[in-house]
C-alpha cells in the first residue's frame, strides 16, 4: 500500500471527488491517465471534472468523469467557486475531496473558496498554504520550460520581408 492509500481510511474514502482540471487541450490529453487512475483507485466515487469550456467537451461522455462543471476563461475566481458549490448543493451532496492538477494559486483558490474541506495538489510558492495537503516536487523532476517567450522573441527577430509575396 502507498503512501497515498494509506491517507484514506475506509470511513474516509470519498464519495465525491472535484478533479480541478487543466485548462489547455494537450494538457488535457495528458492528464487522461491520471484521471483513470483516480477512477480505479475510487471506483465507486462521483467524480466531477472542472474544466474550461474551451476543453469540457472531451470529458463529457468519458468513463473516468461523472460530471463536468464548465466555466469561461473570463470568469471570477468568486463565479468558478461559486458554480462549484451550486453543483454540490444542488446534487445534495459535500464535495469530500478536490484534486488540483493545475500548479496556479488560482486554481487552488477557486477550490478553497467553493468549501471543499480536504484539498490536494503539488506544492508550488504562492499556492501550498490553500492546499490541506501539499505534494513536494519528487526529487530528479526536471523543469517545464515554456517555449513561447523565446518563439514570441525569435518571431520579432524575423526579417518580415522574407515571408512577404514578391507581388506586394
Known amino acids: 500500500m502507498g503512501a ?4 484514506f481510511s475506509e470511513a474516509a474514502v470519498p ?7 487543466v485548462n ?14 483516480i477512477r480505479q483507485r475510487w471506483p465507486s466515487a462521483e467524480i466531477t471534472l472542472l474544466s474550461q469550456e474551451r476543453v469540457s467537451d472531451l470529458w463529457r461522455g468519458h ?3 461523472n460530471q463536468v462543471i464548465s466555466f469561461n476563461p473570463g470568469d471570477s475566481i468568486w463565479r468558478v467557486s461559486q ?3 451550486a453543483h454540490f ?15 496556479s494559486p488560482r486554481s487552488a483558490l477557486e477550490v478553497r473558496l ?6 490536494i495538489g503539488y506544492a508550488r510558492p504562492w499556492r501550498s498554504w490553500l492546499l490541506t495537503q501539499a505534494i513536494p516536487e519528487r526529487s530528479g523532476h526536471g523543469k517545464m ?22 507581388d506586394a
Open 83 to 85: 458554480r462549484i458549490r
Open 24 to 37: 489547455w487541450l494537450g494538457d488535457a490529453v495528458m492528464t487522461i491517465p491520471a484521471l483513470i487512475r
Open 63 to 65: 468513463s473516468a468523469v
Open 15 to 21: 464519495r465525491s471527488i472535484l478533479v480541478r482540471g
Open 114 to 119: 467553493a468549501g471543499i474541506q480536504r484539498r
Open 89 to 103: 448543493a444542488q446534487a445534495h451532496t459535500a464535495c469530500d475531496l478536490a484534486l488540483v492538477l493545475p500548479n
Open 145 to 166: 520550460h515554456k517555449r513561447s517567450n523565446e518563439c514570441r522573441a525569435s518571431a520579432s527577430r524575423c526579417d518580415t520581408n522574407y515571408f512577404s509575396s514578391p
Open 4 to 7: 497515498a492509500e494509506s491517507e
